[in-house]
């Protein structure tokens, strides 16, 4: 049975599959008035929720506690440096298969699964040994 979706989560949808990028219900919000599609903030937020239950839009939560959300047709996973906050998208899913294992097993429909590495950027543990050698050096 396909769903009924309304005209929000429709325009909602459809620009999150024009996106190449995951983003915040904020971002959606600013998106669809700069295409003259205004949607309320909270009907926004309602909108996502639908369009994830129905398990086509999928949910991604920084360490900021920021949820970001992308069309589940991106399996996309990232390295975020604690840091400065920058993502580093990762070419492949390392659990594809295992997915794929689950499902069957536990006969239990995937809609998406979010996977997420944290740590420290190259720039960033460039940056901390210098200031590191720096405090270290008095004059
Ligand atoms: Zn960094
Ligand atoms: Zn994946």
Redesign the pocket.
């Known amino acids: 049975m396909k769903p009924q979706r309304t005209r929000s989560q429709e325009r909602i949808f459809n620009l999150l599959k024009t996106m190449n990028r995951a983003i915040s219900a904020q971002d959606i919000y600013v998106e669809l008035r700069n295409r003259d599609q205004n949607l309320g903030l909270a009907t926004v937020y309602r909108s996502l929720d639908a369009l994830k239950l129905e398990g086509v839009v999928q949910v991604r939560t920084l360490a900021t506690g920021e949820s970001l959300y992308s069309s589940v047709l991106e399996?996309?996973?990232h390295l975020t440096c604690l840091n400065c906050g920058q993502s580093i998208p990762i070419d492949e899913?390392?659990?594809?298969q295992l997915?794929t294992e689950l499902q069957s097993y536990h006969h239990f429909k995937i809609y998406?699964?979010?996977?997420e590495f944290f740590g420290i950027c190259d720039r960033c543990a460039a940056a901390e040994e210098k200031e590191k050698a720096g405090t270290t050096k008095r004059f």
Do not use: G
Not at 93 to 96: A, F
């Open positions: 399996d996309q996973h899913c390392p659990v594809h997915e998406y699964h979010t996977l």
